[in-house]
């Protein structure tokens, strides 16, 4: 059974910085796809930012320059640092696990942690 336990978030002021982290449990395909996608309520869930094993990284626009993704594929980890964080990077931050089976393409999600940027 695969797991995703997300741990780091919290209360921040604006232009601080904060480290999400992922544990990912129970994978058995040592290429996937990790990152973390937010979602504030009543919007949809958006991409912030993913990384391939291989260590090809996508970044959402938004975020590109202020957070940065990487990951320990020995253990299954992905990590993302925030920096120069804003009051709208309040949101969930859900760690995300994309890989194939040899058929389809399998999603998997965490449980999410709160971001809060206010002053």
């Known amino acids: 059974q695969v797991d995703l336990v997300e741990s780091g978030g919290g209360l921040v002021q604006p232009g601080g910085s904060l480290r999400l982290s992922c544990q990912a449990s129970?994978?058995?395909?040592?290429?996937?796809?990790m990152g973390w996608y937010r979602q504030v309520a009543g919007t949809q869930r958006e991409l912030v930012a993913t990384m391939w094993t291989g260590g090809q990284r996508n970044y959402a626009d938004f975020v590109k320059g202020r957070f940065t993704i990487s990951r320990d594929n020995a253990n299954n980890m992905v990590y993302l640092q925030m920096s120069t964080l804003k009051p709208e990077d309040t949101a969930i931050y859900y760690c995300?696990?994309?890989?194939?089976?040899?058929?389809?393409?399998?999603?998997?999600w965490g449980q999410g942690t709160q971001v809060t940027v206010s002053p």
């Open positions: 129970g994978i058995s395909d040592t290429v996937n796809e």
């Open positions: 995300h696990l994309k890989f194939s089976n040899g058929i389809d393409w399998l999603t998997y």
